[in-house]
């Protein structure tokens, strides 16, 4: 720890989901907060932009600037974009999204010009090799920026960064030693199953093994793509077919066709066609240390959700059921702290689900900064 940086004014522990931004933070001697925003990012010269709406949250209209440039973060960049993609490699616009949530949290607390935190960030396995390229441009950025044109910001930064998933492990550990088994006894297996791409982490004897992790087996979203068009749902009725999957409500109405529509067939057609993108490495990779009895499973992530009743059938039918669980499975107290603070969850019930793995990195976070109180 850098004595410069104690006490930290702001813990902040963030997961860059191309679905949205997940974050938990806490301003010192405050209480854990939740915050979501949303993943879209737009960079434009100043002079090309009118008057900027300042109304709603911070993280709703979050956006600063640094020089002539105006970075628009989360729904205020949506009318500067014809896509998000759900492809780009997420190390790309980490640094200012990062940067947006430290200074809608600044705003929101109030925090001085000025201030010191602590942050720790997910990456995806395969993208750990960016960290110091997401560091520096990081550090850059706090340097000294303005929020909504009306404050200036200079953060002095202390970085950490964890593979995705690695906070569904530190969750593992906990409600393990609660039954009084020790994680070091067994291998864990946690399969982050998103959107972009898939993630396996491998733990023996409490240690990540890096030869068997991995982010090199299919995400949903490419295979989403081809079986949803196969099955002749239309690119505008993309994000409805996700919400059919999402609510298991297969009546939505379709924005192609201007009526309701019974999605059963492409929700069928999805299940079945992401399973078999995964099954090859499930059986590589996974099945044979599940089959004699050296590990169990963890599966977390988007897809997991949305195809979570498709998984629990692939595992029960290898006789592999008592061998898996899900990320979420007895979160009531993360649930309960999302739901009250992030009223998005009336419209995207998934969030709380979603934010698992960062709320774990978040308690590791937490955990080290009580240790190193202890010692000061």
Known sequence: MVTSLWPPKLLLACDLGKSGGKFFYKVCQGQTQA???DAEVAQRPASGIGRINHGGRPQDNAWYRLGDELTFVGKS???FLEYNSFKEDKFLKAPERIAAALGAIATSENLPSKFDAVVWILLPINELGTRQQIADRLMQLCQGF???NEQDYKVRLQLKFRPEGYGIYVQRKQQLQQQGVAITQRTTWVEMLGHRNGTQLAFETGTLNGAKSTSKFPGFWETFEKAATAAG???ADFEVLLTALDSENPNQYSVAKG???N???AMAQVEMAYLAALDPHFNDHLIPSLATGKGDVVLAGGASYLME????QYFESRGLANRLSFAWDNQDSLSQLVREQLPETHEMGSIPMRMTDCFGLFQALLGEMTQLQGAA
């Open 146 to 148: 303005r929020f909504h």
């Open 35 to 37: 915050l979501w925003m």
């Open 259 to 261: 009526q309701m529509v």
């Open 309 to 312: 009743q498709g998984l629990r």
């Open 77 to 79: 960049a949506r009318a």
């Open 263 to 265: 999605f059963s067939d």
């Open 233 to 235: 749902v239309s690119d």
